[in-house]
Structures are given as C-alpha cells and as structure tokens.
C-alpha cells in the first residue's frame, strides 16, 4: 500500500511514523495522527480503515525504507562477504545516528504487539527473518558450510545486540564493536 498513497494518505502514515516511533504505538491515538498530519479522523479512516491497518503501514513503510538504505550500502562494499557483512552494521550504525536514536523500530513494536494475530506481528517477525536470510546468504556466500545456520543466527544475535545497546546507549560503539566480533567470527568459519 505505502507505494501507492494518495498525499493525504502519505501525510497520515508520516505522521503516524514519526509519533509511533517517538512516543510507542499504544500511546498515540488517531487524534494526535489526524492533527499532527492536518487531516480529520475521517480521512484517516479513509485512506487505512483501522489504527492496526496504519500501524502495519508504519512498519512496512520503515522496513522498505530500510532495506532501500541498506542495499546501496552493501553494493558498494564490493562482492567479498566480509566486507559486506561490516557493511550491514556500519549502514546499521549510520541508520541509527539518523533515524533510530530510540533503537529499532521492529523491536520497538513487537514489545507493544506481541501477539502473532496481530496483523503488525507478521511484518515485525518477517523483517528479522529477512536480515537472518540476508545474514545466511553472506555466510553461505564466505564458504561457511555446515556452520553457515548457526554462523547466520550469531552474526544476528550480535546485529539486534547491537540495535538494542545502541537505542539504550548503554554501550559506546556498539556497531563497531558487533561488527568487528561478526567479522572475526566469520572469518573462524570458514579457515
């Protein structure tokens, strides 16, 4: 849908995207969307039909946005899969100095959606399942064999480590540092 919005509809979803994402889902009503984008409740409505509806949106919208920077990114490093892989967590880091100072948006959500009914609940687990595959095809890609599943779920475990410690602030260079462990752990794959 985010592809196709109308500019009343894109005004709802940057609205929502900018108040969901700052001050956590379950607090924002569609007042303070429809007011904040200039449009009435109606509109909004309109153009999503639920507040659920809107929250999926949000999320799609943020993922394609994501992937949309993400991607030049690990082109530009070049075809050696460890050079790519420290791509990830340096575009990862720039993400977050710009968009992300409250730490990642899907985590964010699934702490307030937990529930696998929920329609939001497919696109947060599906973008963690994207960035495990893409995790997956750098591992198979450096020759890591039959560690290249467990080799995948680790470099993923260090990236959310990353996403969380970097949102929370608690640790200094947290991308720096995951991306130096997933590098050095994939390099002690595949000798």
């Not at 039909?49 to 799609?60: A, H, P, T």
């Amino acid at each position: 849908m985010t592809t196709t919005l109308t500019p009343k509809a894109r005004a709802v979803l940057t609205a929502a995207s900018e108040l969901f994402y700052a001050q956590g889902i379950h607090a924002v009503g569609v007042d303070a969307i429809a007011e904040r984008a200039g449009v009435t409740k109606k509109t909004l409505y309109d153009r999503f039909g639920s507040k659920d509806r809107l929250v999926v949106e949000y999320l799609r919208d943020r993922d394609a946005q994501w992937r949309t920077f993400l991607d030049p990114r690990i082109e530009a490093a070049g075809p050696v899969p460890a050079q790519r892989l420290a791509a990830i967590f340096d575009a990862s880091a720039e993400w977050a100095a710009e968009r992300g100072t409250k730490g990642c948006g899907m985590v964010n959500a699934h702490a307030e959606i937990s529930d696998p009914d929920h329609p939001a609940y497919r696109v947060i687990v599906g973008q963690k399942q994207w960035m495990l595959r893409l995790f997956r095809e750098l591992a198979e890609a450096a020759g890591a064999g039959d560690q290249t599943e467990s080799l995948a779920e680790e470099i993923l475990l260090l990236h959310e480590g990353a996403l969380v410690a970097a949102g929370i602030g608690v640790l200094p260079d947290a991308f720096a540092r995951a991306r130096d462990l997933a590098v050095s752990r994939l390099a002690a794959a595949v000798r």
